[in-house]
């Protein structure tokens, strides 16, 4: 559902121009909404597409169709993704330059560190899935909630994981990881 596209064949003799105007002919309903299946690909889709034209109209054994994004979830995916990516790539790459200058540097200990460094890589993906659940538990059994709590934030019980606000940065803290 959350990446679902409509494709809906045009009339003959209809053009994107008059698909916009949606005067030439009688749109489909959709139940749920009471929309225009047609007013809601237009309201994703630009005004003027002439780049997009080819994106969006296609031509099947003689009919022509367009492909509209009709799920309203779908934009909020598209911006839910770009906020992931552009803040863990983000903080990987600082944080990667920065660990890389601090090992590079000569100190005692650096070949500890180096090893250390080797953990992340080191631990199944299933065990570190399991550790990163146990930290943000909702309640005060989670590490985090456990320390927050100790400062008096939260009383313990902030759900990282199932409360809307909290999911992208909890993925982004364990991503960056």
């Known amino acids: 559902k959350l990446l679902s596209l409509t494709i809906k064949e045009l009339p003959p003799k209809m053009t994107w121009g008059s698909l916009l105007d949606e005067q030439v002919v009688k749109q489909e309903i959709d139940l749920k909404t009471g929309e225009s299946v047609h007013e809601k ?6 005004r003027e597409p002439i780049r997009y ?13 367009v492909v509209g994004a009709t ?11 770009l906020q992931f990516t552009i803040i863990s790539v983000l903080f990987e790459a600082l944080l990667g330059l920065g660990i890389a200058l601090v090992v590079n540097s000569n100190f005692k200990g650096r070949g500890a560190v180096r090893a250390a460094m080797l953990v992340p890589w080191a631990v199944i993906t299933v065990v570190s899935a399991k550790i990163w659940h146990w930290m943000l538990q909702s309640s005060r059994v989670g590490l985090f909630n456990t320390i927050l709590a100790k400062f008096g934030i939260g009383g313990g019980q902030i759900a990282f994981l199932s409360e809307e606000i909290w999911q992208i940065p909890s993925m982004i803290m364990i991503d960056v990881w």
């Open 53 to 65: 034209k080819e994106l969006v109209q296609l031509s099947l054994f003689g009919k022509r169709y």
């Open 71 to 81: 799920d309203p979830d779908f934009v909020q995916a598209i911006g839910n993704t």
């Open 41 to 46: 690909s237009i309201k994703i889709l630009p």
